[in-house]
């Protein structure tokens, strides 16, 4: 690379235009391209439905084996995009042999006219690798030696640069920019790393041709990625890692038997001792790891969150009717009461008259009166219980099934009685939630088990020891209308109340921030005052 002195007397030069209509790529243009002071723009045609994303990575694939770096991607029009890139003429020359037209995913063609020269540095002072190195600095800890590289590319102190390490030549020239910010003094020598963790990168395979990382790297964290083949990841068979995540890949689906799975990963790391979270080589007496949380390959993770919170929040209102529109028309509700040895919540759960321990039935006629059906009888059901305050920290949650349009979950952990000093019981439920239109989901089934918590269990006494009772006031909560069908339902609510016409009743909605209590309250209000004006009616 050209030092400032000499890059600053760099003679100015007109921007030069490749087209893919008729592409060329000469000596003269050449010269420009290979200049590091000026800035190419590239216009992308046939973008189609791809995201910005997925364009760029198949761009910089065709420029192999040089590297490309695109910055600030722009949807200039529809089909058409532009981004602006630093290169050596190499990586433009690549595109041009191909005819500066390449192949999308789905086979469409992508053309690419190239801008030469189109901003100088002076112009646009951005220095991609003074700002990934700035990155990587942050995302090193020197006290225990972990990089942490997960979901590099949607880095925010990144900005607009697409620096995608799924990407063989990418990954290795962050790895070399890892060396220049953590060993400024040393650039030969190799990082100082006992962790790397590449979680969430889409990352097929590690190939490098650099022994960037020193004998002491001994945990490998490589979970929800696109890895196919253990085979794959032949670069760190040198070196004695002893615990390795692989969890989240295509991989893990590939072997029927688990030991097959440990004895495939084992012939790569043969120092292996602990895996996705498993101590291996052990006798089968020992019982394996519990996770606090499964999410499977956590892509609906944010989902389950939303629910769990919104769930539990509404429960613990003072007025449970504010959970009417979590149900499903046709939802079934039932609840298992376990043992219950405190005074105090014996006397409680005498309200939960819809106990369906089967254990415990006499007459099992009442059977099928237990199973609860439609939200009206279930919310019924939930308002002749005393409040209650669950405690988030404690829950444990699962996904059991994933399918196309619905979800399993099951919730586990404590929860007290606002109004009544005395220990917190134990709740487990198993939710199956269904997607909606408006890409909303409602409850269909909802299994319910509680029990007191017995003394003689030790978890249980060390989370009674941790939560203490206190009076609390219910949390709170803001109801927020988000899908199209709900505003409707509600405009044409107010509207068959009031006989005020859709646009006065979208009016007194919107003021109200979609809370149906308070646009009809304000109406009776007005109303009441013949403050309505007549218009409203017509």
């Given at each position: ?38 800035w190419h723009k590239f216009i ?238 052990m006798e089968q007496k020992f ?252």
């Amino acid at each position: 690379m050209a030092n400032t002195e000499s890059i600053e007397n760099m003679p100015a030069v007109e921007p030069v235009r490749l087209s893919h209509i008729k592409p060329s790529f000469s000596t003269q243009e050449s010269s420009i391209a290979s200049r590091q002071d000026l800035w190419h723009k590239f216009i992308l045609f046939g973008v189609g439905q791809y995201k910005a994303k997925e364009v760029l990575r198949v761009v910089i694939m065709a420029c192999e084996p040089e590297i490309i770096l695109p910055v600030m991607y722009k949807e200039e029009e529809p089909n058409k995009s532009t981004f602006l890139a630093k290169c050596n003429s190499n990586a433009i020359e690549n595109l041009v042999k191909q005819s500066l037209c390449i192949a999308l995913p789905n086979g469409q063609e992508l053309r690419i006219d190239i801008v030469l020269g189109y901003l100088t540095s002076q112009d646009l002072q951005l220095n991609p690798n003074r700002t990934i190195t700035q990155a990587l600095y942050y995302r090193y800890e020197p006290t225990k030696k972990v990089l942490n590289l997960d979901d590099f590319e949607n880095e925010k102190s990144l900005g607009s640069i697409f620096c995608p390490i799924s990407l063989p030549k990418i990954l290795h020239f962050v790895l070399r920019c890892t060396k220049m910010g953590i060993l400024s003094n040393n650039r030969d020598s190799k990082l100082p790393v006992r962790e790397l963790s590449l979680r969430y990168n889409k990352i097929t395979a590690i190939l490098l041709f650099e022994k960037f990382f020193n004998y002491h790297l001994t945990k490998l964290d490589l979970r929800h990625n696109q890895i196919a083949d253990v085979e794959y990841l032949r670069y760190f068979s040198e070196f004695k890692i002893s615990e390795l995540w692989l969890d989240g890949n295509p991989l893990c689906t590939k072997y029927n038997k688990c030991q097959d799975y440990v004895q495939a990963v084992k012939n790569v790391f043969p120092h292996l001792q602990k895996l996705d979270g498993i101590v291996i080589g052990m006798e089968q007496k020992f019982v394996p790891n519990i996770q606090s949380n499964f999410l499977r390959d956590g892509t609906k993770t944010c989902l389950i969150k939303q629910f769990v919170k919104h769930y539990f929040t509404l429960f613990d209102q003072d007025d449970r009717q504010v959970m009417n529109g979590l149900y499903d028309r046709d939802a079934l509700y039932s609840m298992t009461l376990g043992p219950v040895s405190n005074y105090v919540h014996k006397q409680l759960t005498k309200t939960f008259v819809t106990n369906r321990n089967l254990l415990k039935f006499v007459d099992y006629a009442k059977c099928q009166d237990f199973l609860l059906r439609g939200p009206e009888k279930i919310i019924s059901a939930f308002r002749s219980q005393p409040p209650t305050i669950h405690h988030f920290k404690s829950f444990q949650v699962d996904l059991l099934h994933e399918g196309e349009i619905h979800l399993a979950i099951a919730v586990q952990g404590y929860f007290s009685f606002r109004e009544v000093s005395c220990p917190p019981m134990f709740f487990n439920r198993t939710f199956i939630i269904m997607k909606k239109e408006d890409n909303e989901y409602c409850i269909t089934n909802d299994q319910c088990y509680l029990d007191g918590t017995p003394a003689n269990n030790n978890s249980s006494s060390a989370h009674n020891t941790e939560i203490k009772f206190e009076a609390k006031s219910a949390p709170k909560f803001i109801p927020t209308v988000f899908s199209v069908s709900e505003k409707d339902q509600l405009l044409t609510f107010l509207h068959e109340l009031t006989t005020m016409n859709m646009k006065y009743c979208h009016q007194y909605l919107e003021d109200a921030n979609w809370d149906i209590r308070t646009a009809i309250t304000t109406f009776m209000s007005m109303y009441t005052v013949n403050n309505v004006p007549p218009a409203a009616f017509l």
